[in-house]
């Protein structure tokens, strides 16, 4: 035996069947094959390892000692194969739905309402994934994506879910009560059109030579500065809703401007839509428009 080969999977599943059962037969019925087909992928394991496994009787089985010491392994790899397998299907497959999600969307709007999706289906998992760049890479393996961006940039199905604002964001008391975009430190997230400059310019305002702008790839970086008092974030009412409600964020100006960008629901179509993705996407549009 070459030190890497190892014996196919319906080998191992019969040897371990049979071992638990010490019988072909009742292994036969649990992995729905023939007495004849267990016994000979017990056998061709048995050549493979170059030793037996069990002791046939007439009416009965036993393992060997080498049946004995390795059982314990097989075991130990099918548990593994197992653990594995559910941290990437979580849940029974038919319960379960495959969500790629905006990162700060999900950090900001989907999280604090978990609890609530919950409680409306709780035989519903989400596996969820949050790509920051190039969405498309891995939207093939969601069921339903939740995308932000601008609407030219979305495909044809794509669902409008938000209309916002953009807006300065900080911290309560931040700057003794008295924020600056001309002096303070600013945050805004990278590669949107609805940035300070563009905030700054509803108003015929222009950022101070030297002031300078922290970019970062997500809302999420700079809207957890803001909330712990590192200074100014541009923000919206989607992510910034339950934060300013909360008082964790307070909005320091009055000024605000109409988001570019906007957070759409890309959904299979009626023919495709399964129960999760019916569930959840149901759940989605309702709570949004409250």
């Known amino acids: 035996m070459q030190p890497s080969a190892l014996p196919p999977l319906g080998w191992l599943r019969a040897f371990e069947a049979a071992a ?41 089985l036993m393992l060997t000692e080498a049946g004995y010491n390795y059982l314990p392994i097989v075991r130990e790899a099918f548990d593994i194969l197992a653990t594995g397998t559910r941290s990437f299907v979580g849940g029974t497959p038919q319960n379960t739905l ?29 596996n969820l994934v949050t790509p920051i760049w190039d969405p498309e890479k891995f939207a093939h393996t969601a069921a339903v994506e939740i995308r932000f961006g601008r609407l030219a940039d979305m495909p044809a199905s794509a669902q409008i879910l938000s ?97 570019l960008e906007a957070y759409f629901l890309i959904a299979p179509p009626d023919l495709d839509a399964t129960r999760p993705s019916r569930a959840f996407c149901d759940w989605l549009m309702d709570e949004i428009s409250r």
């Open 20 to 60: 638990r059962h010490l019988s072909f037969t009742q292994a036969a019925v649990e992995l729905n094959l023939t007495q004849s087909a267990i016994s000979q992928h017990v056998r061709n394991l048995e050549g493979f390892l170059g030793r037996e496994l069990f002791i046939r009787r007439t009416r009965s």
């Open 163 to 259: 209309h916002d604002h953009v807006f300065p964001v900080c911290a309560p008391g931040y700057a003794d009560g008295k924020p600056d975009w001309r002096r303070d430190p600013l945050f805004e997230c990278g590669g949107i059109m609805s940035n300070w400059d563009y905030w700054l310019a509803g108003q015929g305002q222009v950022l101070p030579p030297g002031q300078q702008v922290t970019i970062s790839s997500s809302y999420s970086f700079s809207l957890s500065v803001a909330r712990s008092g590192g200074g100014l974030a541009m923000g919206h009412e989607t992510l910034c809703g339950t934060l300013l409600e909360t008082g964790e964020l307070i909005r320091p100006f009055p000024h605000q401007a109409e988001l």
């Open 98 to 126: 495959n969500l790629q999600c905006n990162l700060a969307f999900s950090t900001f709007w989907l999280a604090p309402r978990i609890a609530k999706l919950k409680a409306a289906h709780p035989w519903l998992t989400l």
